[in-house]
């Protein structure tokens, strides 16, 4: 498994993580419910700067 691929599952758990926080009714108010959704908002910007690495890495 390379780098980027462990990085992407790595940030999927957290992501996993955090979605049954919220399902399980972890945030009880309304800021760390904000926290909790920046963060999924933060691994998905990673996410997709990975797959553009990815992407020129594959086309170099």
Not at 7 to 33: C, N, P, V, W
Request: no cysteine; aromatic share 6%; proline share 0%.
């Amino acid at each position: 498994m390379d780098l980027i691929e462990a990085l992407r599952r790595r940030i999927d758990e957290y992501k996993g993580q955090m979605s049954e926080f919220l399902l399980a009714g972890g945030a009880s108010t309304t800021e760390a419910y904000a926290k909790i959704v920046g963060k999924a908002e933060a691994l998905e910007l990673i996410l997709t700067d990975l797959h553009e690495l990815e992407q020129r890495y594959i086309e170099e």
